[in-house]
């Protein structure tokens, strides 16, 4: 999430927000030790707000092994809300069509060609908030940085061109609508257009579209499902018809190329999500020793 969170950052999270969820394993407070296998009936209480795009979440991971409460805890930025039709062009996000603005902290890959015989400053680089993550000849720099941090470098001397670095809707022979969630068929730069899904709807199985719901279906919504390529069946009845159970979001790093998200693994139940992100209460900076003062009690915003 750098640079909206830096590691070190000590947070608060709300998980009244949203609702808090009912206990959902017998366990001892405190602790990651629970009775293995015995599960609480789930339900969430009411919360004071509803979650909106862009809302930096907390969850649980979700193909994480285990009880849903006792998995990881990750944290994310929710760009896809049940319902909506999301695609990835050349790394924008798109809504139903329209394109997402950006948060001003969201970083991602450039490519910096600086001028002929003059080599970039790793330091000089960094001091601007910036990093490089590969050189190679003829003067070519793959940076990770902010979008304002590329306009700064843009204005250096020594260099020359700065560009987003995006990957071929072809790359690795797969296109926009090949990705796979199971497999790690992916180009995270180009992806879709598909509907987070969403409680209640209906859903037509195919063997083309079985990687986007295969998870749904059998890891976070319990069925009992037989696929041999080209019949499904359901719970021992046959048929390619299924309704979601609850509601789904996609949720990606606001440090864009640097983030397993659900550009990946796919998508964030409903039943996962811990609680909304607010305050940063203290910062520890790990390389200086130092304790960063202007970020204690910042506000985590959208």
Do not use: C
């Not at 930096?56 to 896809?80: C, E, H, L, M, W």
């Not at 919504?221 to 309704?243: P, Q």
């Amino acid at each position: 999430m750098e640079n909206t969170l830096l590691t070190g950052d000590f947070l608060l999270v709300s998980k009244m927000a949203y609702g808090a969820r009912t206990p959902m394993t017998v366990s001892i407070p405190f602790t990651d030790i629970y009775v293995p296998g015995l599960n609480l009936p789930y339900s969430r209480l009411p919360g004071f707000m509803d979650m909106e795009r862009n809302d930096i979440i907390v969850f649980n991971y979700p193909i994480d092994t285990g009880p849903v409460s006792a998995k990881t805890n990750y944290i994310k930025r929710a760009v896809g809300m049940p319902g909506d039709e999301l695609e990835i062009r050349d790394k924008w996000v798109y809504i139903d069509g329209v394109r997402e603005e950006r948060a001003e902290t969201i970083m991602q890959h450039y490519q910096v060609a600086s001028r002929e015989r003059v080599r970039l400053s790793p330091t000089k680089v960094s001091d601007a908030g910036a990093r490089i993550v590969q050189s190679g000849g003829d003067n070519q720099y793959i940076i990770n940085m902010s979008e304002a941090t590329a306009a700064e470098i843009q204005s250096w001397d020594e260099v020359s061109t700065v560009q987003p670095f995006i990957l071929p809707e072809d790359y690795n022979q797969f296109s926009r609508r090949d990705f796979n969630f199971s497999r790690g068929f992916v180009n995270h730069d180009n992806m879709g257009p598909l509907v987070v899904p969403y409680e209640g709807q209906e859903v037509v199985l195919t063997p083309e579209n079985w990687h986007l719901y295969q998870d749904i279906l059998e890891r976070y919504e319990k069925n009992s499902v037989r696929f041999d390529g080209e019949t499904f069946i359901i719970n021992g009845e046959e048929t390619n018809r299924y309704t979601i159970q609850m509601d789904y979001f996609f949720v990606m790093g606001d440090n864009r190329d640097d983030s397993e998200d659900s550009r990946y693994w796919g998508f964030v139940p409903e039943d996962h999500l811990v609680g909304k992100a607010s305050i940063i209460y203290f910062s520890w900076d790990g390389e200086r020793w130092l304790p960063r003062m202007n970020r204690v009690f910042n506000m985590i915003h959208g």
